[in-house]
């Protein structure tokens, strides 16, 4: 149980391009899930908190504008890179923690995406 | 004081010896630490996790060792094997917060 689905796995696209990227709870409904970005070697860094029907919070230092967030079900978010530019390749997670669980439950991790930005 | 220090960065053990990766914390809010294995181009899947109240929990082959005076705490892997060879992340966050607080990571190999 608790599957994250992270969709494209990977994109190849031109500078300027914008990319969305799904992550869906499978298998259990997620109020909140979250977006992380991940250079090689490198830990993960939350970029926003997204909440079902409501704005995401970004974390310091994100740009809003940049790093688009849309949750609009229970089992959806979406992160659309916009004007997409090199620096923005990266690796980017999801992760989702179940609503029917109580608190401090484990956030379930997608496979990535791994954006390259020519 | 949201920070998680881990060590070390990088570990190389032989196979059926006991690798051990520490966490240090400063926040005593903190009351939820979970530990993450991720292996190349996926995402991190959690292996174990403890709160504060315990000071050992043991799953399979993973053991977590808390010490909550010392805000430490460690990932041991018994009999380990060369398929532990993975990428390992402590984390904690605060009870009833959503955040994780990720240390910066273990790449541990385990030799044949």
């Known amino acids: 149980g608790a599957v994250v689905s992270q969709h494209p796995s990977r994109v190849i696209c031109k500078s300027g391009t914008s990319v969305k990227i799904e992550c869906r709870s499978l298998?259990?409904?997620?109020?909140?899930m979250f977006w992380y970005r991940q250079f090689p070697k490198k830990s993960l860094m939350l970029m926003a908190t997204?909440?079902?029907?409501?704005?995401?919070?970004?974390e310091q230092g994100v740009e809003k504008d940049k790093f688009l967030i849309n949750h609009a079900s229970l089992t959806l978010s979406t992160l659309t890179v916009t004007s997409a530019h090199p620096e923005d390749s990266s690796f980017y997670i999801c992760?989702?923690?179940?609503?029917?669980?109580?608190?401090?439950?484990?956030?379930?991790f997608g496979d990535g995406t791994r954006l390259s930005i020519l | 004081q949201q920070q998680v220090k881990q060590s070390p960065q990088s570990l190389i053990v032989q196979k059926g010896g006991i690798p051990i990766i520490n966490c240090a914390y400063e926040?005593?809010?903190?009351?939820?630490f979970p530990w993450y294995q991720q292996f190349p181009g996926k995402g991190p899947a959690l292996l174990i996790a403890?709160?504060?109240?315990?000071s050992e929990k043991k799953e399979g082959r993973f053991t977590i060792s808390f010490n909550k005076s010392a805000k430490q705490f460690s990932l041991h892997i018994m009999d380990s094997q060369p398929g532990d060879s993975a990428t390992y992340f402590c984390?904690?966050?605060?009870?009833?917060?959503?955040?994780?607080?990720f240390g910066q990571g273990t790449r541990l190999t385990i030799n044949p």
């Open positions: 926040n005593t809010a903190f009351d939820y």
């Open positions: 298998d259990f409904q997620a109020t909140t």
């Open positions: 992760s989702a923690r179940d609503r029917t669980v109580g608190k401090n439950q484990p956030q379930h």
């Open positions: 984390a904690a966050s605060i009870q009833g917060a959503q955040k994780l607080v």
């Open positions: 997204s909440n079902e029907g409501s704005k995401a919070t970004y």
């Open positions: 403890i709160r504060p109240d315990v």
